[in-house]
């Protein structure tokens, strides 16, 4: 830059400020004397039972949390078996005998009807 | 630790019991070259002695937020030029002055500072200087006298490489305006 050029040859960068004697030698040691000690904070630093206990704590209540969410949006397991019973008193004989029949058949014998099946079929 | 190994050092910061050896390293490298950049910008020594020991102990405080992704010295440079910054603003809001007021009164000052030695064009290159936005002033200084790169002096200052060229561009012709002005041709 032209501009720049002119004030560098006319000016230069020469520095016209001056620092007591020693200044910087000395800086660093005056500088160090005056920062506050950093180990000791981490060194003085205790945990307190509060926060040794607090991610348990929250923990439980997050665990609460999720079981009553589940019991208010899902239902009371127990008071649905309830109902199944109310249900299964009023059931009558013919009922209980279409319901209970499947159980009583094992595996062998649905093969075997299953097997006289398809002999019929042929 | 003579030789200044800056990975080193930023390296031994994350030790507790290293920290403060590997601090003072760093106050040894680069308190002159940020005691230059203050000066240029308040003047007076006591002024840019007070500054440049907030500087160091702001940077101490809080040295753990130093990650060793930015420079040492961009981080440092960071800090001092915000405490110029806020040493200006305090400054003139104490005197009741105007930013104009402010900086040519600092000029004056340096009549009877007995730690100035400048011949009168550089008297008059300080008023020119001490005449421009407190922001380009800090450019102008790094570019000008430091020769620092526009790459860094964005990381510094938080700008585009455009707007500090702009910026530099304007400072140096109003620089040769002033001059103009009072009757020293360049």
Known sequence: MKEENKILSKVGTKNPFKVPDGYFTDFTQELMSKLPEKEMQFATQEVTLWQRVKPWIYMTAMFCGIMLSVRIFVGNPKSMESAQLVEMENMSDEDWENLSTPSLIDDYSLYQFLTDAEEYDD | ?186
Not at chain 2, 43 to 50: G, I, K
Not at chain 2, 84 to 109: H, P
Not at chain 2, 143 to 161: A, N, R, V, W
Request: hydrophobic share 40%.
């Open chain 2, 1 to 186: 630790m003579k030789n200044y190994n800056e990975k080193e050092i930023i390296a031994l910061l994350q030790e507790p019991e290293h920290q403060r050896k590997a601090f003072e390293c760093i106050v040894n490298e680069y308190s002159e070259q940020l005691y230059w950049q203050i000066r240029r910008m308040v003047l007076s020594h006591d002024d840019a002695n007070d500054i440049l020991q907030n500087t160091f102990i702001k940077a101490w405080l809080n040295i753990e937020y130093f990650r060793g992704d930015a420079q040492m010295s961009t981080w440092l440079y960071r800090i001092a030029l915000n405490e110029c910054l806020t040493f200006l603003n305090k400054q003139r809001t104490s005197n009741q002055l105007s930013i104009d007021d402010s900086d040519a009164e600092m000029v004056t000052k340096l009549e009877g500072d007995p730690y100035f030695d400048g011949d009168e064009i550089q008297k008059t290159f300080l008023k020119a200087i001490q005449s421009l936005p407190e922001k380009q002033r800090m450019v102008f200084n790094l570019k000008y006298f430091k020769e620092m790169k526009y790459e860094d002096i964005s990381q510094i200052l938080g700008t585009s490489i455009g707007a500090l060229k702009a910026s530099y561009h304007h400072a140096v012709k109003k620089i040769e305006a002033f001059f103009k002005e009072e009757d020293l041709n360049l």
